[in-house]
């Protein structure tokens, strides 16, 4: 019989198939494809783990941005009530006015503007405030809302009869007496008037996951957060304090918040986000 030597074995001349080496050999690189498959599957697994992991703690970070700059950035230095690492309190308007008429020596009719819900907000402090025409400073009656003794055409009359639109809705014009609780007593003319709540931003334990988050009143908003977040505040002069005393609160220019977002997920640690970022007081 005629054959041929190949290998470690004898394969008759004119047959197929293979030999135990080229069946070694084949196993061999089939095991290497594989484990390259293999690796190049948990890699692209690892890095979709990582990426939703950071994109999870930096929509943290603009969450917490989002929501508490636009309310924060409203107020003024003056509206700041406490401030502390912990948390930030500040009268948060419900209600804005124009005075359109002193009416009386203790009188005043106004044409509101703008209503804001009271959701979140406590009545710890409830006031008014007001500010002179061309004048940014604000006078504070905190406990004090005055007394609606009118509201519909007659005080609507003199709203427009002084130049004020007539077309807000009927109760938004209204005569509040009772500004005696004032330093200035009755603005005058053309005054901006305010009446607020108090409003409080805090870091505290998350519900949800383990490490802290941000509320806002007794409402969880957006975490999860490290221990390390808090609350600082940039003074006049560009420093920066932990704890301003309340002699001290008008000279706050920016509230700044600073941390550590985590994903909140089995390793959670292991993805974290720094942040920090100031909200200018509006004056």
Not at 171 to 192: D, E, H, K, Q
Not at 196 to 225: C, K, N
Not at 227 to 254: C, W
Request: glycine content about 10%.
């Amino acid at each position: 019989m005629n054959a041929r030597r190949h290998g470690y074995g004898i394969r008759p001349l004119g047959e197929s198939g293979f030999t135990l080496i080229e069946i070694i050999i084949s196993l061999l690189v089939t095991g290497i494809l594989g484990a390259a498959m293999v690796s190049l599957l948990v890699g692209q697994g690892r890095f979709y783990d990582r990426s939703a992991a950071a994109i999870a703690a930096q929509s943290s970070i603009r969450a917490a941005s989002d929501f508490m700059s636009t309310e924060l950035r409203m107020a003024a230095p003056e509206d700041l009530v406490a401030a502390t690492p912990d948390s930030v309190s500040l009268r948060f308007d419900i209600l804005r006015a124009i005075v359109c008429d002193s009416t009386g020596a203790n009188e005043a009719t106004i044409m509101v503007v703008d209503t804001l819900p009271d959701i979140g907000l406590s009545a710890a402090v409830t006031g008014t405030a007001y500010s002179e025409p061309y004048d940014s400073a604000y006078v504070y009656a905190d406990g004090w809302t005055g007394t609606v003794t009118s509201s519909g055409s007659a005080p609507k009359t003199t709203c427009t009869d002084n130049g004020e639109p007539g077309a807000a809705p009927d109760g938004w014009y209204r005569t509040i007496t009772g500004w005696g609780g004032f330093a200035l007593g009755v603005p005058n003319r053309g005054s901006f008037m305010r009446q607020y709540q108090l409003l409080t931003y805090r870091v505290a334990p998350s519900v949800f996951g383990t490490g802290r988050a941000i509320w806002r009143g007794d409402q969880e908003l957006v975490g999860v957060f490290e221990d390390d977040a808090a609350f600082s505040y940039v003074m006049a002069d560009a420093t920066v304090q932990t704890t301003v005393s309340p002699v001290d609160l008008p000279n706050v220019r920016a509230i700044r918040i600073t941390g550590t977002a985590v994903d909140d997920g089995d390793d959670r640690f292991e993805y974290t986000r720094d942040f920090e970022f100031n909200v200018e007081l509006r004056n």
